[in-house]
């Protein structure tokens, strides 16, 4: 009798186990990275229908993992991955700058379409100051803003930049994120950690002429506050295009992943980190949070737990902190798995396994973003099989943003069962909404018994869909005997719909 009571605390250990470490609501995402084809396409050279075939490829593997955010590259170098009239086609999507996919086709609306259709958002990734990768700026469209206004731009450590102290500058890049919020169906805008540029030996970024001319109150020996001021205009400025024309689309920023070390700012982190947010890349990102002026924070956290002078635990708990009450998800390096040359704690065991844990032990963290796609998708040291069958075996729905004002979601109606010998069917009736409040995807939950269960166990989501009728035959591997059935409706403010009456019926 005693065995059987141990085994029946186990199991129920293990059960309430998985469903603590998996909360309903929590951001996956993952990077996927176009610049020198790091991830999409893999090749210049690769057709349409090839660039498509490998696309649907990335996303079918973050289905299969249970991703539910991917972070796309659309703008590496003020170049573009969709129709611009303000920028030329990069030449990372067809070989040379300026020339359009042939046959033509739409990247990033073939993105969205295929994305949403999985019930995966897309935050669109933009560079705001990179003009070049490399020294080489013959490999510019001649149509290109560089040849219209050479003033705009300058020379840094062999790449060319937008010199970000110039009012041109914020409003040509308030008009290309303008252009892609009003044209496309898109779930947020998004940058990483390139503001201006990381420094280089000696060089000093040359700016001082623009610092000259275009001070703004600053004195001369304020010239790295002025500089934190010109990226503190355009990220308030930017906040205030995308709200204006759909208040539902986030802004966030994905930062270094140290905003100060301690010994130079009490308020920074016990860290000892070469490069800092705040004084390298003048890049204030706690005011910005603090003020609002960005929805969400993905620190880039990509040492491991214990590293010395950069402790992902220290600086996990040390964001979770400082975040002033926006969306905090964490930026985790699964490029490093296994990587040759890196630290012990990235070849034994799982790195990231253990920082998903202490992310989940710390309740101000909503969730993680992965970089990058291609690494991620290798499954390197087991990680994508200790996602699926552990921390992510089930569906999770993306965090309701805590900066962002939105409106409930309208309740499904008119559930019911098509059931025969041969068919069975859940089916509702579809949700005609229009802004935020349109409906992005439904959920449909199942409970053994004739009873509705808890909602907040992700264990209980049968699966997410845009469609409004499920093919219960297709699942009946996991709905065998009698089951109830809700349904519910995610807006694209994530709000969640109040849920529809329970439909019993033995499957």
Not at 15 to 44: C, G, H, M, Y
Not at 101 to 119: G, V, W
Not at 258 to 275: E, K
Not at 300 to 323: F, M, P, R, T
Request: overall charge neutral; charged content about 25%.
């Amino acid at each position: 009798m005693k065995k059987y009571l141990f085994l029946f605390i186990v199991n129920i250990f293990l059960i309430t186990s998985v469903f603590a470490q998996s909360p309903k609501r929590e951001l996956r995402a993952v990077w996927i990275a176009t610049v020198a084809n790091i991830d999409w396409p893999s090749s210049q050279k690769l057709s349409s229908k090839e660039q498509r075939e490998e696309m649907r490829k990335i996303l079918d593997g973050c289905v299969k993992n249970n991703i539910n955010t991917v972070i796309m590259q659309i703008r590496p170098t003020s170049d573009a991955f969709y129709p611009s009239a303000l920028e030329p086609w990069s030449h990372w999507l067809t070989g040379k700058q300026g020339v359009k996919p042939n046959p033509y086709y739409d990247p990033l609306q073939f993105i969205i379409e295929e994305a949403h259709k999985r019930c995966i958002e897309v935050h669109v990734w933009l560079n705001p100051y990179r003009l070049s990768n490399s020294d080489n700026i013959n490999m510019l469209s001649k149509d290109h803003l560089y040849y219209k206004n050479k003033d705009l731009f300058v020379r840094y450590g062999g790449k060319y930049y937008f010199d970000p102290g110039l009012d041109e500058t914020r409003m040509f890049l308030n008009s290309v994120v303008e252009d892609v919020v009003e044209h496309y169906d898109i779930d947020a805008v998004h940058f990483d950690d390139y503001f201006y540029p990381y420094k280089v030996g000696n060089q000093e970024f040359p700016d001082n002429e623009s610092f000259k001319k275009f001070p703004r109150g600053f004195a001369p020996n304020q010239k790295d506050d002025w500089r934190r001021n010109n990226v503190n205009m355009v990220i308030a400025e930017l906040q205030q295009t995308i709200k204006s024309l759909k208040p539902w689309v986030e802004f966030g920023i994905s930062p270094f992943g140290v905003w100060r070390n301690d010994n130079v700012d009490p308020d920074g982190s016990a860290t000892r980190a070469g490069v800092q947010n705040y004084d390298d890349l003048y890049a204030d990102i706690l005011k910005w949070l603090k003020e609002g002026n960005i929805d969400y924070v993905v620190p880039q956290l990509y040492w491991e737990i214990g590293k010395k002078v950069a402790d992902y635990k220290i600086l996990a708990n040390w964001w979770s902190k400082n975040s002033f009450g926006k969306n905090l998800y964490i930026g985790l390096y699964a490029s490093k798995l296994g990587m040759s040359g890196a630290e012990p704690a990235w070849k034994k065991g799982n790195e990231l396994i253990r920082q998903i844990r202490l992310n989940r032990s710390i309740p101000q963290i909503d969730g993680a973003a992965f970089f990058s796609s291609k690494t991620f998708l290798q499954n390197k040291q087991g990680l994508n099989d200790s996602l699926q069958h552990g921390l992510y075996k089930y569906p999770a729905i993306c965090p309701i943003n805590r900066n962002i004002k939105g409106d409930s979601s309208a309740q499904p109606q008119n559930i019911r069962i098509l059931k025969d010998s041969s068919e069975a069917y859940l089916i509702w009736d579809d949700i005609n909404e229009e802004g935020g409040c349109k409906t992005a995807y439904y959920v449909v939950y199942a409970f053994k018994g004739k009873k509705v269960g808890d909602l907040n166990n992700p264990a209980n989501i049968l699966t997410l869909t845009t469609e409004n009728c499920i093919d219960l035959r297709e699942m009946e591997m996991r709905i065998k005997g009698h089951y109830t059935f809700v349904v519910t409706a995610i807006n694209r403010y994530k709000h969640e719909s109040v849920p529809t009456e329970g439909v019993s019926r033995r499957m």
